[in-house]
C-alpha cells in the first residue's frame, strides 16, 4: 500500500500550480517539476564550465572522463 503525506504551502502557491498542474496528480505533477530543475541545473552548471574554460581543457576533460569509465570495475 502506498503512504500519503500532506505538504503545507501558502494557498497562492497552491493555486498557481494547480493551474501548471492541469489533469495530472500532484505526485506525478512534482517529480516532473523535480526532473526539470535537476536537468536545468546541470545544464547550467555544464555551460558555465564551458564559458570558463578553453576547448583544450574542455577535451582533456572529456578524455579523463572516458578513461576513468573504461578501467573503472567494481571489486
Request: hydrophobic share 35%; glycine share 0%.
Given at each position: 500500500?502506498?503512504?500519503?503525506?500532506?505538504?503545507?504551502?501558502?494557498r497562492?502557491?497552491?493555486?498557481?500550480?494547480?493551474?501548471?498542474?492541469?489533469?495530472?496528480?500532484?505526485?506525478?505533477?512534482?517529480?516532473?517539476?523535480?526532473?526539470?530543475?535537476?536537468?536545468?541545473r546541470?545544464?547550467?552548471?555544464?555551460?558555465?564550465?564551458?564559458?570558463?574554460?578553453?576547448?583544450?581543457?574542455?577535451?582533456?576533460?572529456?578524455?579523463?572522463?572516458?578513461?576513468?569509465?573504461?578501467?573503472?570495475?567494481?571489486?
Amino acid at each position: 500500500m502506498r503512504k500519503y503525506v500532506t505538504i503545507s504551502v501558502l494557498r497562492e502557491v497552491k493555486e498557481l500550480l494547480e493551474k501548471e498542474k492541469k489533469n495530472r496528480d500532484w505526485s506525478e505533477f512534482l517529480l516532473e517539476l523535480y526532473r526539470e530543475a535537476k536537468l536545468y541545473r546541470a545544464k547550467s552548471a555544464f555551460e558555465e564550465l564551458r564559458r570558463l574554460l578553453n576547448e583544450e581543457e574542455l577535451e582533456n576533460i572529456i578524455k579523463s572522463s572516458e578513461e576513468f569509465r573504461r578501467r573503472f570495475k567494481f571489486r
